[in-house]
């Protein structure tokens, strides 16, 4: 897998203490571009954050555009209803690409990128954003499927509470290669290296109430064949 060279002047994100690479600092990185790109391909982000004292993980869908990343979800939701009035969150995206099986238990590790994000959420009141960043929750699950669906009525829009979420302080943090083992143990007769992993579509299956007339779209098509 390729990623971008760095930039450590225009594309780098600010990173705090708290949001800087400490363990294997070399794995880590700023560059807004590979932030983006992680955003880009993950589905599921973490959204950490402390309310009446308990610390909370949810895990929700997301979508992005350009610097803002946005997620939504009923106004009665407890998440949404804390993250409106300002505090701190964090927010964690990972993406695992391998198992990495070394020759000792020590070193087993996995390939993977991840990114963490920390910041302020703010309410998206104006309607065109709104419709903006749901749109965005559409087509980040699979590109063109906003288009051919019916948008939300007035009732869906009021019903459904959209933060927006600025990418200013983030950091990603990847691991690539082969196993990495202790001198001594290359001389062991053990199996080792990387076991790949990706999430691959299958076969559309057809709502059972689906008119018979009705054939896959071109954009659900493409999907499955990517």
Not at 88 to 115: K, Q
Not at 120 to 146: G, M, N, Q, S, Y
């Amino acid at each position: 897998m390729n990623y971008p060279e760095k930039n450590p002047i225009s594309q780098q994100l600010f990173h705090s203490k708290r949001s800087t690479v400490k363990r294997v600092p070399k794995r880590g990185s700023y560059e807004r571009e590979l932030i983006y790109q992680i955003l880009d391909e993950g589905f599921i982000c973490y959204v950490s954050f402390v309310a009446d004292g308990q610390p909370f993980v949810i895990p929700t869908a997301y979508g992005r555009v350009e610097d803002k990343l946005y997620i939504h979800g009923s106004p009665a939701s407890r998440m949404l209803r804390a993250l409106q009035t300002g505090i701190e969150v964090c927010v964690c995206v990972t993406l695992v690409d391998g198992l990495v099986l070394a020759r000792s238990a020590f070193h087993h590790s996995l390939n993977y990128r991840s990114i963490v994000i920390f910041g302020t959420a703010t309410i998206v009141k104006e309607e065109e954003d709104k419709l903006a960043a749901l749109k965005a929750f559409c087509d980040h699950i699979i590109p063109d499927r906003w288009q051919a669906t019916r948008p939300p009525n007035p009732h869906e829009l009021k019903g459904t509470l959209v933060l927006s979420l600025p990418l200013n302080e983030a950091s990603a943090k990847v691991r690539t290669g082969a196993p990495i083992d202790d001198e001594k143990d290359y001389e062991i007769p053990v199996w080792a290296g990387v076991i790949p992993l990706t999430i691959t579509p299958g076969e559309p299956i057809s709502d059972p109430r689906l008119s018979p007339d009705i054939s896959v779209p071109a954009h659900v098509r493409d999907y499955v064949s990517k």
